[in-house]
Structure formats: structure tokens, C-alpha cells
Nanobody, 123 residues
Framework: QVQLVESGGGLVQAGESLRLSCAASGSIRSINIMGWYRQAPGTQRDMVATMTSGGSTNYTDSVKGRFTISRDNAKNTVYLQMNSLKIEDTAVYYC?????????????????WGQGTQVTVSA
């Protein structure tokens, strides 16, 4: 069982910055991908940024140039630095991890999610 715990959300004004953190704990051999998703009221949960264990990153277009994802593999932690925040960035942000199946099995990779942290950007 793997647990993801997010921190760093809050209320800021447009143009300000926030840094989210997510620490994974539990029975972890390795983590394939760590990332951040967000969900605003009445919308689906969408990918914001992801990072592989090798350092490859992927961002949704709306945050490119403003958000930066980073990862500390030794600490099983992923960060999201959010700069120049906009009102439309307001959402619950969820940490996600894709973990490999048990060694010696054909169990496919599986997903783990954090409980979410609220980010609210005001005018």
C-alpha cells in the first residue's frame, strides 16, 4: 500500500506563486511516473504536469512557462512550482504516482492518488 500526501495549497492573488509538495510512503520499490492533476468544480480531472523517474517531463499547454515540476527520487517526493498564477488555475490539485507491479509477476503498473489540496487564485 502506498500513500501520497500533498501539501502547499492555499489562497493567493493572481500573479503570485505557490509550491506544492507530495511525498509518497509505504511499500515502494520504485515509482515510474509522478505528477499533478487538477479538478475544478464541474469539470473532469486533468493532467497538469508529469515527470518520469528518468526526468522526462510533460506539461499541459496552459501551464507551460509558468509551472515547473521536479522530483526527488531518493525521497519519493514530487514538487510543483507554480508561478504567475491565474484565476483559472483555481482547482483541487491531486498528486499521482504510477508504480510498477510486484517483482516476478505480470501485474501491470498501478495508480495511487493523494487526497488533494485546494489552490485558490483570486483577482
Amino acid at each position: 500500500q502506498v500513500q501520497l500526501v500533498e501539501s502547499g495549497g492555499g489562497l493567493v492573488q493572481a500573479g503570485e506563486s505557490l509550491r506544492l509538495s507530495c511525498a509518497a510512503s509505504g511499500s515502494i520499490r520504485s515509482i515510474n511516473i509522478m505528477g499533478w492533476y487538477r479538478q475544478a468544480p464541474g469539470t473532469q480531472r486533468d493532467m497538469v504536469a508529469t515527470m518520469t523517474s528518468g526526468g522526462s517531463t510533460n506539461y499541459t499547454d496552459s501551464v507551460k512557462g509558468r509551472f515547473t515540476i521536479s522530483r526527488d527520487n531518493a525521497k519519493n517526493t514530487v514538487y510543483l512550482q507554480m508561478n504567475s498564477l491565474k484565476i483559472e488555475d483555481t482547482a483541487v490539485y491531486y498528486c499521482h504516482a504510477e508504480l510498477p507491479g510486484p517483482v516476478g509477476t505480470t501485474v501491470p503498473p498501478y495508480d495511487s492518488w493523494g487526497q488533494g489540496t485546494q489552490v485558490t487564485v483570486s483577482a
